[in-house]
């Protein structure tokens, strides 16, 4: 059967590249075997079973020109399902390549290949990015990689990361759980920066690691943040840093003295090498934001340091501190080339970001107040099912897709207008599209102009990016035509968050989605693998033929619903009536009659002679004294 699949495969996959525009100068095809590799050790002080690619860690960086396809033949030597998601692609059309567990695809099976076909030249897109797993946690265990499309030239890729001792599977349980009520999220053990250059890493981690500069020459870095839960600071000791790229979206050089990243967010800045007469090393900094831990461990270091040489050997420059990290303005940049902002939203989505904890006793994150559970029929297969299965529009019905979804119109212009309730900032991210920030407020319950402002129409050129920070209590209004029928997801990118519940789909246009898959069909092995996993391809989101009727589909957990109710209001009055007998029993024995010293002292005597009658057991001294009597 795996060498049928693998041949449906290549035959699915030779049927697309043969769609594909005549502009294409070429395709690069990598064979990935997903793999337990054991004894990875980055930080030097904990080896420990990782998950990489062809039996190494980390997995290859992958760099792709911008007249290519690429074609990545992913076999999973894992025990679990897995997938792949190419994070910051648009993959137009065909969002069942997105690789989001449950949203675009069933999952790779132990033992099954998986082939995604990512159409770069027919995207336009170029820069920054990366691959990571979309499933049960993987890319926490390593199974993340930088991803670059470019026209051949020399520079670097700085990947930054955060990493952890112990597997994701344990994690996870001690996260989501009662003895956890709080939320507080598994904080790492170590902070990683390394590098790559030419779709090969260079040698070591942190202070293992060095570029090899020239004086004079001026190199592109792009960094790239692949951590699973740190924000990052990053500068280099003695040289200026200029802005060019931000997730993919060129800009006009911003000279800037220290980036921050958060979760899976890019920039590319330009380094001038210095001319210095006697050559040097200088320190390059990855430090964590530590804010965001609920405990620092003494154990851990939270600020990576590499390095740029201008020799072999050359001695290292003594490192140096800042006075204050600071917020990296994105809204500032100026993207190229330029577009305007988008017409004003037809549709708009307010998302209030919340942790509590739950009925079951565990803390979750909600939009809405609503926690993302995965749907028993991936998002793609219901709306490309419905019609067919349930009667013409079905599939438009947002009911059935569960409560954490929203339906598009082809081409509408879109407001996703992020609330952030919580003391945390958060990173989110949006599959298949850029979208413009088009506004943000410090203080989104306010109605200060000054601290949440409108929304000003007829921006210039907002920037445009695919991950957003939004601090907390803030406000971010993210504005994107949804021109590319699909399910997306949008979600917290700390991948705790993510497994929390903090996400929602957008589903755009089913009926576009019908159509686009009538000219260029879903490869057959998408739904042999979800066979072989015993998850169904038809019906909404509980696999059941309705637009309404959702039995069975995986709800909450919810809200504890706070305050008072009938049963606690009960037993309050219960105990305020026995509090109110008590008091009056102990004021009517404190107000009762008096008895002088000498009456006390007769009572006393009487019950002693009437005890002494009775005997030790009741009874028995009677009995006694009568015997004697007779």
């Known amino acids: ?119 770069v030249n027919a995207s336009g897109q170029h820069g920054s990015y990366w691959i990571h797993a979309h499933a049960m946690g993987h890319y926490v265990d390593g199974l993340r990689a930088p991803l670059t499309l470019h026209p051949p030239t020399e520079e670097y890729t700085v990947v930054l990361g955060d990493w952890y001792h112990q597997e994701h599977s344990v994690l996870i349980k001690q996260f989501i759980s009662i003895a956890n009520p709080g939320g507080a999220e598994p904080v790492p053990d170590a902070a990683l920066i390394y590098f790559a250059q030419n779709g090969t890493y260079l040698n070591g981690y942190g202070g293992n690691a060095t570029l090899p500069f020239e004086p004079g020459k001026t190199y592109r870095l792009r960094v790239v943040n692949t951590a699973a839960f740190s924000m990052f600071y990053f500068w280099i000791d003695g040289h200026a840093m200029r802005i060019i790229e931000v997730d993919g979206t060129d800009t006009q050089e ?152 929203f339906i598009l119109s082809v081409n509408e212009t879109v407001d996703i207008v992020v609330m952030n309730s919580d003391t945390g900032n958060h990173p989110f991210h949006l599959h298949g599209h850029k979208f413009q920030i088009v506004g943000r407020g410090t203080d989104y319950t306010s109605s200060d102009p000054a601290l949440n402002p409108p929304v000003v129409e007829g921006q210039a050129n907002p920037v445009r990016r695919d991950t957003v920070q939004v601090d907390a209590g803030g406000r971010a209004t993210l504005r994107f035509v949804a021109d590319n029928p699909g399910a997306w997801f949008f979600h917290c990118h700390i991948e705790w968050h993510l497994e929390s519940g903090l996400a929602v789909t957008f589903v755009t246009s089913p009926t576009a989605m019908l159509a686009a898959a009538a000219d260029d069909p879903v490869p057959g092995f998408l739904y042999d693998q979800c066979a072989a996993l015993g998850v169904p391809t038809a019906g909404n989101a509980a696999g059941l033929n309705s637009t309404t009727d959702l039995t069975g589909l995986p709800l909450g957990p919810f809200l504890q619903n706070n305050g008072w109710h009938a049963r606690g209001i009960g037993a309050m009055a219960g105990c305020v009536l026995t509090a109110v007998l008590g008091m009056a029993s102990v004021s009517w024995y404190a107000l009762g009659e008096r008895l002088s010293d000498a009456e006390v002292e007769e009572d006393t005597r009487r019950k002693a002679d009437a005890k002494a009658a009775r005997g030790r057991f009741y009874g028995v001294g009677r009995v006694a004294r009568l015997v004697r009597k007779s």
Do not use: K
């Not at 800045?269 to 461990?297: I, K």
């Not at 500032?332 to 305007?340: F, G």
């Not at 919340?354 to 028993?376: K, Q």
């Open 254 to 405: 911003a000279p800037v003295d220290l980036l921050a990243l958060t979760v899976a967010q890019r920039y590319s800045v330009l380094v001038t090498a210095r001319n210095d007469s006697t050559p040097a090393s200088w320190a390059v900094h990855a430090n964590m934001d530590t804010t965001m831990f609920d405990t620092v461990p003494d154990t851990l270091n939270p600020n990576a340091t590499a390095s740029i040489s201008y020799a072999t050997g050359a001695p290292l420059e003594p490192p140096a501190t800042i006075d204050a990290y600071s917020e990296t303005n994105d809204t500032a940049l100026v993207p190229i080339p330029a577009v305007a902002q988008y017409a004003p939203a037809a549709r708009t989505v307010p998302l209030l970001v919340a942790f509590n904890t739950m009925t079951d006793g565990t803390n979750r994150a909600t939009f809405n107040n609503i926690t993302y559970d995965a749907p028993i029929v991936p998002t793609v297969f219901s709306a490309l099912s419905l019609d067919a299965d349930v009667g013409p529009g079905s599939a438009e019905v947002a009911s059935a897709y569960g409560p954490w979804n």
């Open 1 to 119: 059967m795996r060498a049928a699949l693998a041949l449906a495969a290549t035959a699915a996959v030779g049927a697309l590249l043969a769609a594909l525009p005549a502009v294409r100068a070429g395709t690069t095809e990598l064979w990935w075997n997903i793999t337990y590799v054991e004894g990875v050790n980055p930080d030097g002080l904990f080896p420990r079973r990782a998950i990489g690619v062809n039996g190494s860690w980390p997995p290859p960086p992958i760099d792709v020109s911008t007249n290519d396809t690429l074609v990545l033949h992913a076999f999973n030597s894992l025990s679990e399902p897995t997938t792949l998601h190419h994070h910051g692609m648009y993959f137009n059309g065909v969002s069942w390549m997105d690789g989001a567990i449950a949203v675009s695809q069933c999952g790779i099976p132990p033992g099954e290949t998986f082939t995604y076909t990512v159409p």
